[in-house]
């Protein structure tokens, strides 16, 4: 590398690179200037927070004319938010299809939880929406593969909600990366270490609205395509531990890291998946099936690079990040809103060049809040044919797989390979 990086060089260099991704105009339906019309499908703990960085982020760009629940205390919640950001009341539902029926609707967002998502993106595609969907993209890889293949003859913008790749520090990472920082780099570490006491939100363990009810609450509708049972509090508001809804771990945290991962080192599908973890933590008075402690092992062998992955749900000592580690240096993003760089250490005479690198430390506060508001930007952006998608359905595909194929592995207990040329796998 012939100049060292300042941390000037990197902001400019990441405008640069952010800049060369806003692709050429791709679907001109919108005046540049006009609001788009939107409905919220899913306003519970994501949907609302989405509303707020709407506001927040792009109150100039968003008209909110509908929103749908299936929880009356939470449709009433986004109502009342919309009212209170807009001034003016939306249509509320409790059948998204209304929604996707309603002409004046450009674009949807759909923050429900996993085993939705496959059908309403369907739908909403069929429908002509543009779609904001909210990570994972499927709950199974079937579902995956099909949303793919009927994604590329839809005309419409999708937006995976992998907000990180709208992230200017992961941003950064990657510009740094390319330009030779770290030199060669074979190897990243990812990790995501959580703990919480169990008579709080005990790994997902949310608590349960005093309102929710079987009258409240559409059972049926939370229950789509998964198995038919009797109405339960705790799957409606904890679906993150039971496998008809969640793939917990796998799908609900990883998602973000292999996305993330791929999008900084520029990787698709990972070539092989080895999984191994249990629910060694929270077994007591817990019916829960999906792993608290979780390791996964990924290889692109094609092009020399191993994603190794570890998730512990009783200990958070080490919080949140990816590790980028290259022959010359490493480059970590630490609970999205901290990067540091640290050249390698080399014997006194080798290397010159890399010794004469300095450690870098930047943190941005708030700077999760910052990317999500980034991410729905650019997918009004998109909209308006002036930027490309960040996170399009390939991306969310990619990432998804990479969680599913690690499930397949954990329950059978067998490396599973990924055949690239025609998005399918196998068992080794
Ligand atoms: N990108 C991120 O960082 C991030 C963070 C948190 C959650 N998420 C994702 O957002 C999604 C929602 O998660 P959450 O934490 O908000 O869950 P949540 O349980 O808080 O909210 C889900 C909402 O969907 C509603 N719902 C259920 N079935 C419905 C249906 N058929 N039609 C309309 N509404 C229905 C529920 O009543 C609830 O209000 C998940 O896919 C999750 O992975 C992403």
């Known amino acids: 590398m012939s100049q060292e990086l300042s941390r000037r060089n990197f902001v400019r260099n990441s405008a640069v690179a952010a800049a060369a991704m806003a692709g050429p105009a791709v679907l001109p339906a919108l005046g540049q200037n006009e609001k788009i019309n939107m409905g919220w499908i899913g306003t519970g703990g994501r949907g609302y927070y989405?509303?707020?960085?709407a506001y927040d982020g792009n109150a100039s760009a968003v008209n909110v004319t509908a929103v749908c629940d299936t929880f009356s205390t939470n449709m009433n919640r986004g109502k009342?938010?919309?009212?209170?950001?807009?001034?003016?009341?939306?249509?509320a539902v409790a059948d998204y299809k209304e929604i996707l029926n309603d002409k004046s609707i450009d674009a949807v967002v759909i923050a429900t939880p996993e085993h939705l998502h496959h059908r309403m993106l369907l739908d909403a595609l069929a429908a002509g929406k543009h779609v904001y969907v909210e990570k994972p993209l499927s709950h199974t890889i079937e579902e995956a593969q099909e949303i793919l293949k009927v994604s590329k003859t839809s005309k419409s913008i999708v937006q995976v909600g992998t907000q990180n790749r709208s992230n200017s520090l992961y941003q950064m990472a990657k510009t740094m990366i390319e330009q030779g920082i770290i030199g060669n780099c074979h190897y990243t570490r990812a990790f995501w270490y959580r703990n919480a006491l169990p008579t709080g939100a005990a790994a997902w363990r949310y608590s349960i609205p005093e309102d929710l009810s079987a009258q409240t609450a559409d059972w049926q509708r939370f229950l789509g395509p998964a198995s038919k049972r009797e109405f339960n509090r705790a799957r409606y508001s904890q679906w993150r531990l039971y496998w008809d809804y969640s793939s917990g771990i796998a799908t609900d945290l990883m998602v973000h890291q292999t996305d993330v991962t791929a999008f900084v080192m520029g990787k698709g599908t990972p070539s092989s998946?080895?999984?191994?973890?249990?629910v060694y933590r929270w077994t007591e008075n817990?019916?829960?099936d999906v792993p608290d402690t979780w390791s996964v092992l990924l290889d692109y062998e094609a092009e020399k690079f191993h994603v190794n992955y570890s998730c512990y749900l009783g200990n958070a000592k080490f919080g949140y990040g990816e590790q980028f580690c290259g022959n010359e240096g490493t480059i970590e993003v630490i609970n999205r809103s901290t990067l540091n760089y640290y050249p390698e250490v080399f014997a006194p005479g080798m290397n010159e060049n890399v010794k004469e690198r300095k450690?870098?430390?930047i943190t941005i506060p708030r700077n999760d809040n910052l990317a999500v508001e980034a991410h729905?930007?650019?997918?009004l952006n998109a909209i308006k044919g002036k930027e490309q998608a960040i996170a399009p359905v390939r991306a969310g595909f990619d990432a998804?797989?990479?969680g599913l194929l690690s499930v397949v592995s954990y329950r059978e207990g067998k490396k599973i390979l990924w055949d690239a040329k025609t998005d399918t796998y196998k068992r080794a």
């Open 80 to 91: 009342d938010l919309v009212a209170t950001r807009q001034g003016r009341a939306p249509k």
């Open 400 to 402: 998804v797989v990479a």
């Open 359 to 361: 450690e870098l430390t």
């Open 286 to 288: 817990d019916d829960r």
């Open 50 to 53: 989405l509303l707020q960085r």
């Open 376 to 379: 729905i930007r650019n997918f």
């Open 273 to 278: 998946i080895i999984a191994s973890g249990g």
